[in-house]
């Protein structure tokens, strides 16, 4: 689903990643992330897809919802985890939106 973001501006965190073989824990652990973040001030949504490459983009309202997700104590554990056990590669950046539109049908 596309996340129904506010006017710009505001921030994307674009979390794009290669997994290792098996589930091990992720489908949860990623479930979790995401209901955690919903809970966060500043959250305003995410869309993410996996194939052979993952792509998850979360909507923020400022850098300080950003940096205190990145502090969040769960979110740390499961980055931890997935430096140690899920991921072969990843690479996050960090995006001001200054500028959006869509389309529907």
Same mark, same amino acid.
């Given at each position: 689903?596309?996340?129904?973001?506010? !006017?710009?501006?505001?921030? =994307?965190?674009?979390?794009?990643?290669?997994?290792?073989?098996?589930?091990?824990?992720?489908?949860?652990?990623?479930?979790?992330?995401?209901?955690?973040?919903? !809970?966060?001030?500043?959250?305003?949504? $995410?869309?993410?897809? +996996?194939?052979?490459?993952?792509?998850? $983009?979360?909507?923020?309202?400022?850098?300080?919802?950003?940096? +205190?997700? !990145?502090?969040? =104590?769960?979110?740390?554990? =499961?980055?931890?985890?997935?430096?140690?056990?899920?991921?072969?590669?990843?690479?996050?950046?960090?995006?001001?939106?200054?500028?959006?539109?869509?389309?529907? !049908?």
């Amino acid at each position: 689903m596309i996340a129904k973001t506010p !006017k710009p501006p505001y921030y =994307a965190v674009i979390f794009s990643s290669t997994r290792t073989e098996g589930d091990n824990g992720y489908s949860d652990m990623a479930d979790l992330m995401v209901d955690l973040a919903e !809970k966060q001030k500043g959250f305003l949504g $995410v869309e993410s897809a +996996r194939n052979d490459l993952g792509v998850t $983009v979360s909507y923020w309202k400022d850098l300080g919802a950003i940096k +205190r997700w !990145k502090d969040n =104590a769960k979110h740390t554990i =499961a980055r931890e985890k997935g430096r140690s056990e899920w991921y072969k590669s990843f690479k996050t950046r960090i995006a001001k939106v200054e500028r959006d539109y869509e389309f529907e !049908k």
